[in-house]
C-alpha cells in the first residue's frame, strides 16, 4: 500500500500497481487521476506499507504551526477511496510532515527562524483520527515549522537556507528536550544566510537536489557539505545566477553513479 498524505490532514491509499508505470523521461500522471484529491489539496507526504495491521508501528505528523500527533497504522486499514481524515488542523495549519516511528524514535523538528525541538515520540501519546494532537515546539512570533524528521543517532542533522547556505550537525549535538518548548538554536540564521528552507536528516551517501524560485535546479554530493556545529551560519552550497533568487525547496535523492565514460 502506499499512503498519500495531503496539507489538509485527510490520507489517501493505493496499491502499489495501480500507479501506471512510465519511463524515466515521462511527465507521469496528475495526482487527480490517482487519488481523488479536492481543489487546490496538495500532497505533502508519501509512505510505503505491506501491512497496515502492524502493531507497534505509528504514524508522527508534523503541522506548520508546530502540533504533534501520533497515529497507530493500524486504524487507516479501513479506507476509503476518497480519503479520510487522519489529523484534525486548527484554522490556518496545515500538515508538513509525516513519519513511520516505531514506538521509541525520536522526533527533531526545525523551525524558519533557526529553531529546533528534539525529543521522544513517547511524549506524544497515541490518539485516534479525529484527534487534533499536541503542541510539538512553541513558536516565537512569525514562525512556523519548516521540516520535521527521525532523530537517527551516527547521522547528521542537514540544513538549508533560503540563500543558498548549508551545513550538517551531528544529530547528538540536539538534546532531548521536553515537547512543546521554544527548543534550541538549530542554525545561526542571519541577513547573509537567509530563513531556513528545510532539513534532512542523513548519512552522507545521498545526493541533495534544491530547486530555486527562478526554476534553476542543482545536483550535490551531501558529503560535500560541511559537519558545523548548530550554531554556526554553515557553508554556501548554491549560487544564484539572478539576484534576488532564493531556494524555495530540497529533496535527498539516490547517489548519482558517475561512469568511466563521463
Do not use: W
Not at 500497481?17 to 507521469?28: H, L, N, T
Not at 506524544?124 to 514562525?143: Q, Y
Amino acid at each position: 500500500y502506499i499512503l498519500f498524505f495531503t496539507d489538509t490532514g485527510k490520507v489517501y491509499r493505493k496499491k502499489g500497481y495501480q500507479i501506471p508505470e512510465s519511463g524515466k523521461a515521462a511527465k507521469g500522471t496528475n495526482i487527480v487521476n490517482i487519488i481523488q484529491v479536492e481543489t487546490g489539496e496538495r500532497v505533502q507526504a508519501m509512505i510505503h506499507f505491506r501491512d497496515l495491521n502492524a502493531e507497534n508501528l505509528f504514524l508522527t505528523m508534523v503541522t506548520r504551526n508546530g502540533t504533534v500527533k501520533r497515529l497507530p497504522v493500524e486504524t487507516l486499514k479501513n479506507l476509503r477511496n476518497n480519503g479520510i481524515r487522519a489529523l484534525t488542523l486548527d484554522e490556518g495549519d496545515e500538515l508538513i510532515n509525516v513519519q513511520e516511528t516505531h514506538g521509541s524514535d525520536r522526533i527533531l523538528i526545525a523551525t524558519h527562524d533557526g529553531q529546533a525541538v528534539c525529543f521522544d515520540e513517547t511524549d506524544v501519546r497515541a490518539m485516534g483520527r479525529t484527534a487534533v494532537g499536541v503542541r510539538g515546539i512553541r513558536l516565537r512570533e512569525g514562525d512556523y515549522v519548516v521540516g520535521a524528521a527521525k532523530a537517527v543517532p551516527g547521522k547528521t542533522v542537514l540544513s538549508i537556507t533560503e540563500r543558498g547556505y548549508g551545513k550538517r550537525t551531528a544529530v547528538e549535538e540536539y538534546r532531548i528536550t521536553a515537547r512543546g518548548g521554544l527548543g534550541i538554536r538549530n542554525y545561526m540564521v542571519t541577513e547573509k544566510t537567509g530563513p531556513i528552507v528545510g532539513i534532512k536528516v542523513v548519512d552522507g551517501t545521498e545526493d541533495l537536489l534544491l530547486v530555486t524560485e527562478a526554476g534553476i535546479l542543482i545536483r550535490t554530493a551531501v558529503e560535500n557539505i560541511r559537519i558545523a556545529g548548530r550554531a554556526t551560519q554553515g557553508v554556501i552550497v548554491m549560487r544564484f545566477k539572478e539576484e534576488g533568487d532564493r531556494v524555495i525547496s530540497m529533496a535527498l535523492t539516490d547517489r548519482e553513479q558517475e561512469t568511466e565514460k563521463e
